[in-house]
């Protein structure tokens, strides 16, 4: 069974940066294909990013890209989401998810969710 764990949100003012980290187990993190999906008050979930399983090649969300990266670290079976530039309409609660294929831009891609993070941006 895979658990992921995110932490790293909190509050921040219009043009700062967070990183969120997202700590994986039951399986190593290169294994799968990781997400980082947003929803905002009110609104539906979002793809953000992915880091496709074994190749590492990552894919975003038209609006992320240039501000936010995704990544991982193998030796401590973690990925992370750097974003900087933020906006107050990135405001959101983050949710890592992970899947046992090759992903894609929709929740139901994705097998293992956590339990997300809030973002808080403001102006």
């Known amino acids: 069974q895979v658990q992921v764990v995110e932490s790293g949100g909190g509050l921040v003012q219009a043009g700062g940066s967070l990183r969120l980290s997202c700590a994986a187990s039951?399986?190593?993190?290169?294994?799968?294909?990781m997400a980082w999906f947003r929803q905002p008050p009110g609104k539906e979930r979002d793809f953000v990013a992915d880091?496709?399983?074994?190749?590492?090649?990552?894919y975003y969300a038209d609006s992320m890209k240039g501000r936010f990266t995704i990544s991982r670290d193998n030796a401590k079976n973690t990925v992370y989401l750097q974003m900087n530039s933020l906006k107050p309409e990135d405001t959101a609660v983050y949710y890592c998810?992970?899947?046992?294929?090759?992903?894609?831009?929709?929740?139901?891609?994705?097998?293992?969710w956590g339990q997300g993070t809030q973002v808080t941006v403001s102006a």
């Open positions: 880091i496709i399983r074994n190749n590492g090649a990552t």
């Open positions: 039951g399986r190593t993190v290169s294994s799968l294909t």
């Open positions: 998810a992970a899947s046992l294929g090759s992903g894609g831009t929709h929740p139901t891609a994705y097998d293992y």
